[in-house]
């Protein structure tokens, strides 16, 4: 007999077909219009051979606590309650001899969409609870914007998603600008997961509608909705030229809104000044920026007419702003945009995002929170940048500059990771596996065998979303998901809630760490605070908690009306003041500037990266390398599984690039070929595809991280482009990921191919 159990993954609300304790298939959420094929890969990842079935030790660890963490060790499987103890003794230990300084809580939050057993609450709540750590601040996907956009538009809400939404778009808009694409892919995901998919759709009405859509991009996208959208094919990295050269083809014809550059910004006439070449003796024209970014000088004029002559809205995926500089992107746009006079307009004005993740544009109330925990305040009080893991590990007590403010890395002698794979979110891995044999323990969380996983001292098997009860969704999306358990634990992994309630109990501070409630209470005391906003902001009564449960979701009432971005401020800029030093939009950020910082300039300006296609090391690394988010997984989550695997090629990950630059090697569609820089280098397999521009590679991030562990300077395995990417921050304002920044050759693989698996390490009885 078939069970049906209502679950919920980043990539989307399912029910799984349980058959005999396991799980058989999976079936999409009803209300679903274009469900993610993602969810295929559930059952057999659930059910993998690469799950990490009992708590195991590193076998050089246990013996003589040394920290040459290979990734290839053996481990030691040893019983929960001497793992157990192991852990909280080293926490302990750590704590009293470097304080909490000395352990950094590590985490990535996509590890689950239930919001009761979410790792990176957990893991924090848990070391907040016994005195503090070393936390971690932004995060890998828009870090650069985040600390950008308060100087300039007062908060940094439009990018989780609140930002002009599609109703709004499709009614009012004649003109879409998407700088860095509409990648419908990417919109398959949302933190906390999703009822619906809605861009494919949204796409599909633009289109029915006649809204012409251009994509700035090195590639081009494709799919429903895209069919007559126009692709302007820019060199990576090179948008902020180009914006820039469209505001002053604007200022120069006399095309710009001086009514509102007036009311609602400040900065402009700097701004004016820097375009038209007062400042510096060189105007920022379209032929200008052609030299820079390739794109034709006319092509550059005329769409900064045909934005001036439409409702336009511009867009800015997140990939644009992380890379080196990846701030100016973000303040040029808003420039741009405020040069076009339309924020705050219908159907106007600019967004970030789009393209870059679920929900982004969605209708959703504001007023009804999506589900989570409360974290509270970690008594310590220190973080570092979240992209500069690295640099904190291999430079302690370190000097760097972040926001305005001179900090230094800790000295941390123990990592505790639970959530996430940072030997796929972080850049430079070769350079990472040489940072973490710095601290003295490693313990890591996780479901599977993965390369953190491998390289930890001590490793606690955790469940998956499968095998325990929570509440899930998204503050992007309207429906509030239930979480049923479908089966028994595999092997002996435990849910992170009981890990972290037992070891707090060791430690004396359960309470602190739980609240008073146990799993049960957590996921009332999720729904019924959703329940209580329903009633109050909307005056909707939703059904208790059973009634919920056993329906398995409610849905949150739509929003009165639709959402445009900063319409209450253009309306009354007095009384609708935005969060910035001035109240107004900043152009200019006298704050910015006045901190003296040489990478931050006080208004957007053009810089060339460190590493890009007018570089002089493209000469040696003649291809520029976007890393992007793939198809077929949630960033490594799932890689195993037969949907990723299905879509490699020669049994390794793809790689994309136009079909001149292979036919110029020599390389045909499936041939194996080294990709590499001066960084390290991966294996892959060509995929020849015009949608490339010609001097772009393409890969996607997320496979396992597979290193030779007999040879450090052999090419990874699996073909994971962050062994190529560079691992410095965007700016000293941001410290964001400059993962879009790198250069890289591409040769055919002439021998034998290594051999590539994905394997748990060898286990040895304790």
């Not at 219009?33 to 079935?53: Q, W």
């Not at 094919?233 to 050269?245: C, E, N, Q, S, Y």
């Amino acid at each position: 007999m078939t069970r049906r159990v209502p679950s919920l993954a980043h990539w989307g609300a399912f029910t799984a077909l349980v058959e005999d304790g396991k799980v058989v298939g999976v079936e999409p959420f009803a209300r679903d219009p274009a469900p993610s094929p993602i969810l295929a890969s559930i059952p057999a990842m659930v059910h993998s051979p690469l799950r990490i079935a009992r708590p195991a030790v590193r076998e050089g660890w246990l013996t003589s606590r040394d920290r040459a963490r290979t990734g290839s060790d053996r481990f030691v499987e040893v019983p929960w309650d001497e793992a157990l103890g192991l852990v909280a003794d080293e926490v302990a230990r750590v704590r009293a001899e470097r304080g909490a300084d000395g352990i950094f809580g590590g985490s990535y939050g996509w590890s689950s969409a239930g919001r009761v057993h979410h790792a990176r609450s957990l893991v924090r709540r848990y070391l907040y609870a016994g005195g503090g750590c070393v936390d971690q601040t932004g995060n890998y996907s828009w870090g650069a914007a985040q600390m950008l956009l308060p100087h300039v538009i007062g908060g940094y809400e439009a990018l989780t998603g609140r930002v002009s939404d599609w109703d709004d778009l499709i009614a009012n808009t004649g003109l879409i600008v998407a700088f860095g694409g509409l990648p419908q892919k990417n919109a398959q995901v949302t933190s906390g997961g999703s009822g619906e998919h809605l861009l494919a759709g949204n796409l599909a009405k633009a289109r029915e509608k006649g809204i012409r859509i251009v994509m700035v991009s090195p590639t081009r996208d494709r799919g429903p909705g895209l069919e007559d959208a126009e692709w302007i094919p820019i060199r990576p990295h090179t948008d902020t030229a180009m914006l820039l050269a469209m505001a002053q083809s604007l200022v120069a014809a006399g095309r710009h809104d001086a009514v509102f550059l007036d009311r609602c910004c400040v900065g402009f006439e700097t701004f004016r000044d820097h375009l038209m070449g007062v400042s510096d003796g060189l105007a920022k024209t379209p032929e200008w920026a052609e030299g820079i970014c390739g794109v034709p000088a006319d092509r550059i004029a005329s769409l900064a007419r045909q934005a001036a002559d439409h409702r336009t809205y511009m867009t800015l995926t997140y990939s644009l702003q992380r890379a080196h500089r990846g701030e100016m992107p973000y303040w040029a746009g808003i420039a741009l945009a405020a040069t076009l006079g339309q924020i705050g307009l219908p159907g106007g004005g600019i967004g970030f995002g789009h393209g870059s993740m679920g929900g982004v544009g969605h209708p959703r109330r504001d007023d009804v929170p999506g589900p989570e925990i409360p974290l509270p305040r970690n008594p310590h009080g220190r973080s570092i940048p979240v992209a500069r893991i690295a640099d904190m590990l291999l430079e302690p007590g370190g000097a760097y500059r972040f926001d305005g403010r001179d900090e230094t890395y800790p000295d941390v002698g123990l990592i505790y990771w639970a959530g996430g794979n940072p030997f796929h979110h972080h850049q430079d891995l070769n350079r990472l596996r040489r940072a973490w044999e710095r601290p003295e323990t490693v313990i890591v969380h996780d479901v599977w065998w993965t390369a953190t996983a491998k390289a930890a001292d001590i490793v606690l098997p955790a469940t998956t979303m499968l095998e325990r009860d929570d509440v899930g969704g998204s503050s992007r999306d309207r429906f509030v998901l239930a979480m049923h358990k479908a089966i028994d634990p595999v092997g002996e992994a435990r849910n992170d809630l009981d890990i972290f309630t037992e070891l707090a109990a060791r430690a004396g501070v359960e309470r602190a760490f739980t609240g008073g409630l146990d799993a049960a209470g957590w996921r009332k005391w999720i729904y019924d605070r959703i329940r209580v906003a329903a009633k109050q902001a909307a005056g909707v009564t939703l059904p208790d908690f059973q009634g919920f449960w056993e329906a398995g979701f409610v849905e949150i009432p739509p929003p009165r009306r639709s959402f445009v971005m900063l319409a209450d401020f253009r309306g009354d800029p007095v009384h609708n003041p935005l969060k910035t030093a001035s109240g107004r939009i900043e152009i200019a950020s006298a704050g910015l500037a006045a901190r003296g910082d040489e990478d931050v300039p006080g208004h957007p300006l053009w810089r060339p990266p460190v590493e890009w296609l007018g570089a002089p090391a493209a000469a040696t690394h003649p291809l520029h390398l976007l890393t992007v988010q793939p198809a077929d997984r949630l960033h490594s989550q799932m890689a195993p599984g037969p949907v990723a695997q299905g879509n490699r090629l020669a049994g390794r990950e793809t790689i994309r690039i136009n079909p001149v630059e292979a036919a110029s090697r020599g390389i045909g569609p499936g041939d194996p070929v080294r990709v590499f820089n001066g960084r390290g280098a991966c294996i892959a397999a060509c995929l020849p595809d015009a949608d490339v521009m010609p001097g772009v590679a393409v890969m996607s991030t997320g496979a396992w991280f597979d290193p030779d562990p007999r040879d450090p300077g052999a090419a990874e395995r699996q073909g994971n482009p962050n062994v190529l990417t560079l691992d410095i921050g965007t700016s000293s304002l941001g410290q964001g990921t400059s993962a879009q920044t790198a250069l890289v050759q591409v040769e055919r693989w002439e021998g034998p191919l290594p051999p590539s698996r994905l394997a748990p390490p060898e286990l040895v009885p304790a």
